[in-house]
């Protein structure tokens, strides 16, 4: 269970998401973010294969709002009109270690 982040802001210049949990920060570049919706439409649900093709993703993607679901994720706007994933605590401390 991963703990919820004391600070979630999206900075619009440098173009990235940072998720704070205590001392612990992450930061998530957009055009990366955006790349790892794991909703239906951007994921196949019985394969677990990617139906989005990152390189359509465009590379001034934005965030135009976020909006907590719960106490366990973030539902992200972007300004592509795409807003059906969801991504959860866990999904971004997971993110978080791969190195980004
Ligand atoms: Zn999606």
Not at 24 to 42: E, I, S
Not at 68 to 73: C, E, I, W
Request: glycine share 8%; charged share 25%; hydrophobic share 40%.
């Amino acid at each position: 269970m991963v703990d919820v982040p004391s600070d979630i802001r999206a900075l619009s210049d440098e173009r990235v998401l940072a998720v704070t949990w205590g001392d612990r920060k992450a930061d998530f570049p957009f055009v990366f973010l955006r790349g790892q919706c794991a909703c239906a439409q951007c994921v196949n649900e019985w394969t677990g294969e990617q139906i989005l093709d990152p390189a359509t993703i465009p590379a001034e993607i934005a965030i135009a709002r976020m909006e907590l679901v719960g106490s366990y994720a973030v539902r992200i706007y972007w300004s592509d009109g795409h807003n059906s994933g969801l991504f959860t605590w866990e999904r971004l401390h997971e993110l978080s270690k791969g190195g980004c």
